[in-house]
């Protein structure tokens, strides 16, 4: 945390420059690397890009990494064991490290960020060289708002941090303990009020902030804040929060919950009101077929679609480029997501794929639950499932993309196989898809399932040459809307909760809510589950509804599948075609993972190496 930030003059950086135009001048006299703070803010393009480097400080989230956060939970495994998801998924965190942190949630990485926003603050506010207003406003709103977006990372991980509003220097006193939780919200939600009225009238820009970006990132953080985590009266009933000495960190130690439900409704409607959704106007389900488009459209149209508030553009600042600032050869942001969890058959890696678990939280088309234990379910378990279902996930049988040369072999229908299927002579097939098939075995599913969500349908996908091209979208209007409904669930008003749930659910083809109290929001719960299903969503769901438990306390499933041949036919390469094969589908345990829940990782530790940098940070509960 006080390590010394030197300003990245990073790709994005670059970028910036060139987009000003000042290239020509900037680069002929100094290196990029040599740039000094005072150069940076007497030019007004160095200065803007100082700002726009800030927005490096959010790699390209989810997509940014073979593991998405939804492996910490029930929801998705990693295919590829040793990489610190066992502390999360076993209870293993410590504060020695051991675990998995996300670039764009650590501690060591937003800090520096932290300092850099700071800086741009303090320069703009002074304004030695007499910016524009119109310039220095916007310039100013948006540091805010990255310095709130960096503070609302940690808040979600650590609870209250320490409150660092200047640049400190090499001579500042080491020892900086953490704010109060309260605190800590209080200034983020500061920051944010400072730029919805500075960004007022800045472009609406998918890429940078501007005032429904903030507005957006507000009711993010009130609803966390409203959450039962931080409400001590619940929070109470998990051993290692009741026991901790330190509760003003990890919460509230005062005051209602049920005004800070309010506080939260209020600015999920501001944003809500402020501007409009995607299709949200529907009065009955949507078709099927016209279900699964809108949800499709929504990540396959990025940051052209309506839903999109902010997020990482392939376009960004105007340059049409599948490199991403903040990756290299290995990481290419969401260039790259396609290849990290796409099927083995598709020489594709199987990254973090879907558990049955949040598979089998999709209903049917009528909004009927899914169950195993049903016989009519069990026999045939993907005819009839609800839109969001086939957006989502591909599973044995989907149609899919064309297979390379070198797999047509296996399959030349372009359907998903993770199954295996035995021929009448005997032979047995081997699913092309699978972790026993002919393609890169190693990089199959575990699970039976992979992650169709934000895969271009229309790309191949291989590094480094044929890099996709999806916006990574890092807020939604869909989860303010969610966060809007919770709210109202929480302060009953079910109406106003119901009528907005179900502009939700129409535009996803499922009929309208029928169910009230506890089954509402259980409803609410999962249906908040699939709608944000591998959107950085789920880990922080399951931890502020205290989750943990129902999450983690029984093992990851796969699915095992079986295809049997049927007697008097006639097949010379296999595809799915349930008149020529018998199929029984088989939910069975994973072993790979010991899968438990351990109170203590509803918080993330500081680490040891924090701590000893600066002795007056006091550790979360459970370490």
């Not at 990255?146 to 808040?155: K, P, V």
């Not at 409607?269 to 016209?290: C, I, M, R, W």
């Not at 990782?601 to 006091?618: G, K, M, N, S």
Request: net charge negative; hydrophobic share 35%; glycine share 8%.
């Amino acid at each position: 945390m006080m390590k010394k930030h030197v300003l990245k003059i990073t790709t994005l950086f670059v970028f910036a420059v060139l987009a000003t135009g000042c290239e020509d001048e900037f680069l002929s006299t100094t290196p990029l690397d040599k740039i000094g703070s005072t150069s940076v803010w007497a030019d007004k393009s160095l200065a803007e890009a100082a700002v726009l480097d800030l927005y490096q400080g959010t790699w390209a989230g989810v997509l940014s990494d073979e593991i998405t956060t939804d492996a910490f939970t029930d929801h998705a495994v990693f295919t590829h064991p040793g990489r610190g998801v066992d502390g999360y998924t076993e209870g293993k965190m410590n504060e020695a490290g051991n675990y998995k942190v996300m670039w764009w949630f650590e501690w060591d990485n937003l800090y520096p960020y932290i300092r850099a926003a700071n800086i741009a603050i303090q320069q703009l506010t002074a304004n030695e060289n007499g910016f524009a207003d119109d310039f220095v406003t916007q310039m100013l709103g948006e540091a805010y708002y990255m310095r709130g977006y960096f503070y609302t990372q940690l808040m979600r991980q650590y609870g209250g941090v320490p409150l660092i509003l200047e640049p400190l220097g090499l001579d500042a006193d080491p020892n900086i303990p953490r704010n109060t939780f309260e605190e800590t919200i209080n200034q983020i939600v500061s920051d944010l009020d400072q730029a919805i009225v500075l960004l007022a009238d800045a472009p609406l820009s998918k890429a940078r902030a501007n005032r429904f970006t903030a507005m957006a990132m507000k009711s993010r953080v009130l609803t966390h804040a409203a959450s039962d985590l931080y409400e001590p009266s619940k929070a109470s009933a998990v051993s290692t929060i009741s026991s901790y000495s330190n509760k003003e960190l990890i919460g509230y130690t005062g005051g209602s919950q049920s005004t800070r439900w309010q506080a939260a409704e209020a600015a999920s409607k501001a944003l809500l009101d402020a501007t409009t959704g995607y299709k949200l106007d529907y009065s009955a389900p949507a078709s099927q077929e016209e279900a699964i488009q809108n949800y499709e459209d929504i990540w396959l149209q990025g940051g052209d679609n309506q839903d999109f508030i902010w997020g990482r553009l392939v376009q960004e600042f105007g340059f049409n480029s599948r490199t991403y600032a903040g990756g290299n050869g290995w990481s290419q942001g969401p260039g790259m997501v396609a290849l990290y969890h796409g099927p083995n058959g598709y020489h594709e890696w199987a990254g973090t794929t879907p558990t049955e678990a949040l598979v089998s939280k999709y209903t049917f088309s009528d909004g009927t639950e899914f169950d195993w234990n049903n016989p009519a379910h069990a026999a045939d378990p993907y005819t009839d499932r609800e839109a969001r279902f086939y957006a989502t996930f591909l599973f044995d049988g989907a149609s899919w993309k064309q297979r390379t040369d070198d797999v047509v072999v296996h399959d030349n229908f372009n359907e998903i196989q993770t199954g295996f299927y035995t021929f009448l002579d005997g032979t047995i097939k081997n699913g092309v898809d699978t972790r026993q098939g002919p393609i890169e075995d190693w990089n199959g599913s575990r699970t039976g399932y992979y992650f169709k969500k934000y895969s271009d349908p229309t790309l191949p996908a291989s590094w480094p040459s044929n890099l996709q091209k999806v916006d990574a979208p890092y807020i939604r209007y869909t989860e303010v809307l969610l966060n809007f409904v919770e709210a109202n669930i929480n302060l009953g008003d079910e109406a106003e909760a119901i009528a907005w749930l179900n502009r939700l659910r129409y535009r996803n083809g499922l009929p309208a809510v029928t169910v009230s109290g506890s089954e509402l929001y259980e409803l609410y719960k999962r249906e908040r589950d699939k709608e944000l299903a591998n959107e950085d969503a789920r880990l922080f769901d399951m931890k502020r509804w205290l989750e943990g438990p129902y999450s983690l306390n029984k093992p990851a499933q796969q699915i095992v599948i079986q295809g049997a041949q049927k007697p008097g036919t006639t097949v010379d390469n296999y595809r799915k075609d349930p008149a020529v094969w018998d199929y029984t589908y088989t939910p069975t345990d994973l072993v790979f993972e010991n899968r438990i829940w351990q109170d203590h990782v509803y918080f993330t530790p500081i680490r040891q190496e924090e701590i000893d940098r600066d002795p007056a940070l006091i550790q979360n509960p459970g370490y």
